[in-house]
C-alpha cells in the first residue's frame, strides 16, 4: 500500500456510530416522553369535562334563581355575608328543594351512569359512580351594589390534585 496515496475507505467510524445512537436514542426519549403525555391527558379528560359542565351547572343555577326571582338579590350571596350559598368546598351534591348547589338543603353525593359488563349505556347492568373525589366551592363576591363576581371552583383528582374555574359576572337586573 502507498503511504502517500489518498484514503477512500468508505463506511463509518466507530465515533459516528455512537454520535449516530445518541442522537437516535434522544429521539425516542422525546418520543416517549410525548405518549405519556397523551396518556395523561386522555385519562383525565373525563374527569375534566365533568368538572367543566358541573360548573357550568352552578352558574346556570344561580342566574335562573335570580331570573326567576326564587332568590332576592341579598339571598344570591355567600352564607357569611348573609346569602344562601355555604362557604368553603363542599362534596359535589345533588340540589336540593330550592334547584340550587352548594345551599344548606342540597342532597346526597352525585353520581353518574358508567356502563356494565354489557359495555353499553341505558341498560339494566349499569353502575352508578358516585363523584365522591369532586369538590365545589362557590364565591360570591361584591363588585358594586348591583353588580357580583360569580367564581365557581371544581377540584378533583387526576393524575394528581387539579382544579377548573369557572368565573362570570352577574347583575342584579333580570
Not at 386522555?42 to 369535562?49: A, D, K, M, N
Amino acid at each position: 500500500m502507498n503511504p502517500s496515496a489518498s484514503r477512500t475507505d468508505a463506511g463509518f467510524t466507530l465515533i459516528e456510530t455512537l454520535i449516530a445512537m445518541l442522537v437516535l436514542a434522544g429521539g425516542f426519549l422525546a418520543l416517549a416522553q410525548a405518549f405519556a403525555l397523551g396518556l395523561t391527558s386522555i385519562s383525565s379528560g373525563t374527569p375534566h369535562l365533568i368538572a367543566r359542565e358541573k360548573a357550568a351547572e352552578a352558574i346556570e343555577g344561580i342566574y335562573a334563581a335570580r331570573d326567576s326571582q326564587l332568590l332576592d338579590w341579598d339571598d344570591l350571596q355567600n352564607a357569611s355575608s348573609g346569602g344562601v350559598f355555604l362557604d368553603d368546598a363542599r362534596s359535589l351534591t345533588e340540589a336540593g328543594a330550592d334547584s340550587l348547589v352548594n345551599t344548606a338543603d342540597d342532597g346526597d353525593i352525585e353520581t353518574i351512569a358508567m356502563p356494565g359488563a354489557d359495555g353499553e349505556l341505558g341498560t339494566e347492568d349499569d353502575e352508578a359512580q358516585p363523584l365522591a373525589q369532586f369538590t365545589r366551592e362557590i364565591e360570591i363576591t361584591g363588585v358594586s351594589a348591583n353588580l357580583r363576581r360569580l367564581r365557581v371552583i371544581i377540584r378533583y383528582q387526576a393524575g394528581g390534585s387539579q382544579e377548573y374555574v369557572l368565573e362570570t359576572l352577574i347583575s342584579a337586573f333580570a
